[in-house]
C-alpha cells in the first residue's frame, strides 16, 4: 500500500469517526456553501467579517506575470447573507503583498506581509496604523510567523510560526498586551494538546475566548480542521483537539477555519473537488451557533 493511500485511509476512518462523535449535535443538517461571487480560478484565503458583520475581506493569491502576489479585498454581506462582487483595498494593497488580517473590537488591525523592508522574518506580523505598518518586534522571529488572530479585546494574538523548526515544521503560539498601549509579551507555545503534529496552523480564536479553531496534519492524515476548548485561563491548558465534522473536513487541503462574530456562520478555505479555483472559501451557516460545531461543551 502506498503512502497516498495509508494516508487517504487514516483521513477515512477519522473523518467517519467523527461524524458520529457528537450525537447532540446536528451535524447532517449542515452545508458547505462555495462563495462563488468571491472566489475565483486564484487562490481565495483568510476569511474575515467586520465586527458589526456587514464587510467581508479575504486574500486572494494571484498569478502574475513577475511571479505570485497576494492583495485584499472586500464584499458588502447583502441583506439575504450573500456576498456582492469584491473589490480591491488600494490602501492595502499599495503597501506590499498583502496576507492574510485579524480584527478586534476596537477595530485594530493585525495582518501579515510577505516579505517587507525592514521585518525580522520571511514572513511577518504587523499592526496596521493608518497607512503604516507597524511590524510587532517582540513577536516577530527570524522564522517564519504569520496567520494572525486577535481576541476581541485585543489583548491576545495567536499566530503559526516556524521558530521551532528543528523539532516541528510549524507550532502555534500567543502574545500578549494589558491594552491598546501595551506592548506585546514575548510568545508563548500553546500546549501539547494543540501542538500535536508536525504542522500546526491556520489558529483563530472565537469571539468569546474560549474555543481554539486551528489546522493540524497529526495522525498522519492530512490537512484537517480542529476545535479545543480553552480549559481555565492556563495558555497551555486546552481539551483534547475535536476533529471538526463533515463538511467541513473532506478529502482535501482544509485551512484557516474562521467562526464569525454573530457564532451563527463558519468559514474555511479548501481546494476539494468541484470549486472554483485552487482554494476557495466556503460558508457553513450555524442555526445553533458554535454547538453545531461541537456539540454541548
Same mark, same amino acid.
Given at each position: 500500500?502506498?503512502?497516498?493511500?495509508?494516508?487517504? $485511509?487514516?483521513?477515512?476512518?477519522? $473523518?467517519?469517526?467523527?461524524?458520529?462523535?457528537?450525537?447532540?449535535?446536528?451535524?447532517?443538517?449542515?452545508?458547505?456553501?462555495?462563495?462563488?461571487?468571491?472566489?475565483?480560478?486564484?487562490?481565495?484565503?483568510?476569511?474575515?467579517?467586520?465586527?458589526?458583520?456587514?464587510?467581508?475581506?479575504?486574500?486572494?493569491?494571484?498569478?502574475?506575470? $513577475?511571479?505570485?502576489? @497576494?492583495?485584499?479585498?472586500?464584499?458588502?454581506?447583502? #441583506?439575504?447573507?450573500?456576498?456582492?462582487?469584491?473589490?480591491?483595498?488600494?490602501?492595502?494593497?499599495?503597501?506590499?503583498?498583502?496576507?492574510?488580517?485579524?480584527?478586534?473590537?476596537?477595530?485594530?488591525?493585525?495582518?501579515? =506581509?510577505?516579505?517587507?523592508?525592514?521585518? !525580522?522574518?520571511?514572513?511577518?506580523?504587523?499592526?496596521? +496604523? !493608518?497607512?503604516?505598518?507597524?511590524?510587532?518586534?517582540?513577536?516577530?522571529?527570524?522564522?517564519?510567523?504569520?496567520?494572525?488572530?486577535?481576541?476581541?479585546?485585543?489583548?491576545?494574538?495567536?499566530?503559526?510560526?516556524?521558530?521551532?523548526?528543528?523539532?516541528?515544521?510549524?507550532?502555534?503560539?500567543?502574545?500578549?498586551?494589558?491594552?491598546?498601549?501595551?506592548?506585546?509579551?514575548?510568545?508563548?507555545?500553546? !500546549?501539547?494538546?494543540?501542538?500535536?503534529?508536525? =504542522?500546526?496552523?491556520?489558529?483563530?480564536?472565537?469571539?468569546?475566548?474560549?474555543?481554539?479553531?486551528?489546522?493540524?496534519?497529526?495522525?498522519?492524515?492530512?490537512?484537517?480542521? =480542529?476545535?479545543?476548548?480553552?480549559?481555565?485561563?492556563?495558555?497551555?491548558?486546552?481539551?483534547? #483537539?475535536?476533529?471538526?465534522? #463533515?463538511?467541513? @473536513?473532506?478529502?482535501?487541503?482544509?485551512?484557516?477555519?474562521? $467562526?464569525? #462574530?454573530?457564532? +451563527?456562520?463558519?468559514?474555511?478555505?479548501?481546494?476539494? +473537488?468541484?470549486?472554483?479555483?485552487? +482554494?476557495?472559501? =466556503?460558508?457553513?451557516?450555524?442555526?445553533?451557533?458554535?454547538?453545531?460545531?461541537?456539540?454541548?461543551?
Amino acid at each position: 500500500m502506498s503512502r497516498f493511500q495509508v494516508h487517504s $485511509l487514516l483521513l477515512a476512518l477519522v $473523518l467517519a469517526a467523527t461524524a458520529h462523535a457528537q450525537p447532540d449535535s446536528n451535524h447532517t443538517s449542515l452545508t458547505a456553501i462555495n462563495l462563488t461571487s468571491i472566489n475565483s480560478d486564484a487562490q481565495e484565503y483568510g476569511p474575515l467579517l467586520s465586527n458589526d458583520g456587514s464587510t467581508f475581506y479575504f486574500s486572494r493569491e494571484m498569478d502574475l506575470f $513577475l511571479g505570485r502576489v @497576494n492583495k485584499f479585498f472586500q464584499a458588502s454581506v447583502l #441583506p439575504n447573507g450573500s456576498m456582492s462582487a469584491p473589490v480591491e483595498i488600494e490602501r492595502f494593497n499599495k503597501l506590499k503583498d498583502f496576507g492574510c488580517a485579524t480584527i478586534d473590537n476596537a477595530g485594530e488591525i493585525f495582518c501579515c =506581509y510577505n516579505p517587507r523592508p525592514g521585518a !525580522g522574518g520571511s514572513i511577518d506580523i504587523f499592526q496596521l +496604523k !493608518g497607512n503604516d505598518l507597524i511590524p510587532l518586534d517582540s513577536v516577530n522571529s527570524k522564522y517564519w510567523d504569520t496567520q494572525p488572530s486577535v481576541s476581541s479585546d485585543g489583548k491576545s494574538l495567536f499566530f503559526a510560526s516556524e521558530r521551532e523548526r528543528s523539532s516541528k515544521w510549524s507550532n502555534i503560539f500567543v502574545a500578549h498586551r494589558s491594552g491598546p498601549q501595551g506592548s506585546w509579551s514575548t510568545p508563548i507555545k500553546l !500546549g501539547p494538546q494543540i501542538n500535536g503534529g508536525e =504542522y500546526n496552523c491556520y489558529p483563530s480564536i472565537s469571539r468569546d475566548g474560549k474555543v481554539l479553531f486551528f489546522g493540524s496534519n497529526r495522525n498522519h492524515t492530512g490537512s484537517l480542521l =480542529y476545535a479545543s476548548v480553552r480549559n481555565g485561563e492556563s495558555d497551555t491548558s486546552w481539551s483534547e #483537539p475535536m476533529v471538526l465534522p #463533515p463538511p467541513i @473536513n473532506a478529502y482535501a487541503e482544509n485551512s484557516f477555519p474562521y $467562526l464569525s #462574530p454573530s457564532g +451563527k456562520d463558519f468559514f474555511f478555505v479548501s481546494n476539494r +473537488k468541484g470549486g472554483v479555483g485552487r +482554494k476557495d472559501i =466556503y460558508q457553513v451557516h450555524l442555526p445553533n451557533g458554535v454547538e453545531d460545531l461541537l456539540g454541548k461543551h
